[in-house]
């Protein structure tokens, strides 16, 4: 009998922002992947979800690197999917932890389309994304009414960021750290220099707030990095 | 001494996709306040959440009705407010549940954005969003790589609607009973007619879900319905 996948969003960083869901199945899967960017780092998403997993499960951790060639890239997809298989085959449960929500520009995207179309049978489970987090951790509504919000990972051309700047009610900048000065003069630009809050590692022990500009034109920002920006009005937390 | 209000993302139907937080929370809150759209209807927050309920809890259900006149409204909100101040000031735990994130469209950001100025204490707990648990349902990506993702409350007007369509890469349209045979004339009008998903009720027991463009335009739509249009690729479910 074939084993079964489940896609576990583990929420931005605090544990306790699993679902109960999420938890039950990490305390009964055989194998727990987490997938990290080099070899040597620590998984975030394993040590989010540390306290649920069974003590009896396999810890596999998988690299996916974090590089814009895309033979490099395949080369350890395919490798790590091979790897996945090899355990369904052999009828073995497997959670694939992922931050935040596992459908919303995560890795675990590229396993479930090949498996899926290969017939494997994987069930996802979502997770708190991180500018729900975010925005619970300030009190900030994300959207009201008839508001729109779009979430827009952060890229360096100028067209496509000023592009949702100029139409969107409500914005979340996700990997700010791309290019954050590029970012703080395209806020400049378009007069929302005072309305956006970032927060830094949400949820974690060293989370930083900030609503100063002077942060994204002249600090280092660290990969977890989540914007809210707000065109309705100015504000500081 | 003062009380103290959660604010309780309860998601979007499944019990088990609440977080450990919100459950933990719910075990120990004095009182909890099940937001409803009229008197004598049932609450769905309550329905979800309630197992996870204190049984000595009092349970206060509000009305805050689904009408366009803001007297109706403010009057309805001021008094449910007047409610939550006076048992915040009687020292009482309060957890105000609300379906989906509490952040994104809810009745609770009226009551958070009141009494936060007023001082109270207030910790709102994120929750899954309707459209994080649709996607899982049908093991279907959100936004990938440098894509978009924009959220939209459908309105009946055209142009905003239009607008989203053209410019966002994915989107998700809440509310989709307020005008879905509108909103099929547009997904026709931009040839998106293959290229969205449609789930009711999700995670509830009448769950539907839906790819045809014909039960959009001939079919009653309930309240709870999320759309997900990928502008990427047809696809069916």
């Known amino acids: 009998m074939k084993g079964k996948l489940y896609g576990i969003g583990v929420g931005p960083g605090d544990p306790e922002l699993l679902t109960i869901k999420a938890a039950k199945i990490l305390k009964n899967a055989d194998i727990i992947i987490c997938p990290k960017g080099k070899k040597g780092a620590d998984s975030i998403a394993l040590q989010i979800a540390r306290e649920y997993i069974n003590p009896r499960a396999k810890i596999k951790p998988q690299v996916f690197p974090m590089v814009f060639c895309q033979e490099t890239l395949e080369s350890h997809w395919n490798e790590n999917l091979e790897e996945i298989k090899f355990d369904m085959d052999n009828g073995r449960t497997i959670a694939f932890i992922t931050l935040g929500d596992p459908l919303l520009y995560s890795t675990y995207i590229y396993m479930l389309k090949v498996l899926k179309e290969k017939g494997y049978d994987i069930e996802t489970v979502p997770g708190i994304t991180s500018f729900s987090a975010t925005a619970s951790t300030v009190n900030l509504p994300l959207a009201e009414g008839d508001e729109t919000l779009t979430i827009l990972p952060l890229v360096k051309e100028d067209e496509p960021v000023e592009k949702v700047l100029r139409t969107a009610d409500n914005i979340v900048v996700l ?6 000065k590029g970012l703080a003069a395209k806020l400049r630009k378009y007069g929302l220099e005072k309305n956006f809050v970032m927060i830094s590692k949400c949820g974690h022990g060293d989370e930083n707030i900030t609503s100063d500009i002077g942060d994204l034109e002249e600090k280092e920002i660290p990969y977890l990095s989540t914007i ?10």
């Open 175 to 180: 990997k700010v750290s791309h290019d954050p």
């Open 228 to 237: 809210i920006i707000k065109k309705g009005g100015q504000f500081h937390v």
